[in-house]
């Protein structure tokens, strides 16, 4: 299959979990992929880059490394990020954890959108995906105030840019995936099996998402199928957005 085929994506947080089975997916879909992580010993990529995504100059010289080496780049999926276990109430929670999640979470988003953009428009367009949450669109008792506050900020930041560079062929979308059956989700989660039944008692599918299916979310996002998808809270969260009472 060639729903990619000839397009430059380049995909932060590569190494695993949504990024890595997105970078796979994107490649199998004919295009040629630049995987961005903190570390660059990964595979299923054509460019493995090691970047921090916090650190503006890092960021500026990624992007220009990516267009050198393949001549141009027309999809950003930003989705970098992290969810770290000192991130709790806001009773709780320090102001260098906050900070912490900020950075990695919004300010690396804004640094991609800022020097990545600039090389969709050169190119004549492109698309951009910015990974944001459910939890950017609900409320949660077992609070994560930093990383949902950042989400938060990542959905408002996509559909600024989408709006703003609409006219210009750059489309902006916020992936909002579901809780997703990563080695961070059962780090935090699923270890422990009070905590993670406490969270699947609310998805009416009764299980995590798999990093595949928000891949296939991803995959859409970047082709020519969602043309005329701008701005959009694109959640894949199982219907638990929409959910009062689930299934027994």
Not at 12 to 23: F, H, K, Q
Not at 183 to 188: G, K, N, P, T, Y
Request: glycine residues 10%; aromatic residues 6%.
């Amino acid at each position: 299959m060639s729903r990619l085929a000839g397009k430059v994506c380049v995909i932060t947080g590569a190494a695993s979990g949504i990024g890595a089975e997105s970078a796979r997916r994107f490649r199998a879909e004919g295009a040629t992929v630049v995987g961005v992580d903190l570390r660059d010993d990964f595979g299923d990529v054509d460019l493995a880059l090691a970047c921090d995504v916090a650190d503006d100059a890092a960021v500026r010289d990624m992007y220009a490394a990516a267009r050198e080496r393949f001549g141009r780049v027309d999809v950003l999926f930003n989705n970098a990020g992290i969810s770290p276990t000192d991130d709790g109430s806001v009773l709780e929670t320090s102001l260098e954890a906050w900070q912490r999640v900020q950075d990695v979470n919004v300010k690396s988003v804004f640094l991609c959108c800022k020097h990545g953009i600039p090389h969709l428009l050169e190119g004549g367009g492109g698309s951009v995906i910015n990974t944001a949450s459910f939890v950017a669109v609900m409320g949660a008792a077992t609070s994560q105030v930093s990383y949902t506050a950042s989400k938060g900020a990542v959905l408002s930041m996509s559909r600024e840019l989408g709006v703003q560079f609409a006219r210009q062929g750059v489309r902006v979308n916020a992936l909002c995936p579901g809780p997703v059956n990563t080695s961070l989700l059962r780090e935090l989660f699923a270890k422990d099996p009070v905590k993670a039944a406490r969270r699947l008692v609310h998805l009416p599918m009764g299980r995590f998402a798999e990093a595949s299916e928000i891949a296939s979310a991803a995959l859409f996002l970047a082709s020519d199928e969602s043309s005329y998808v701008n701005a959009s809270t694109f959640l894949v969260d199982g219907g638990l957005s929409a959910a009062y009472v689930t299934p027994e």
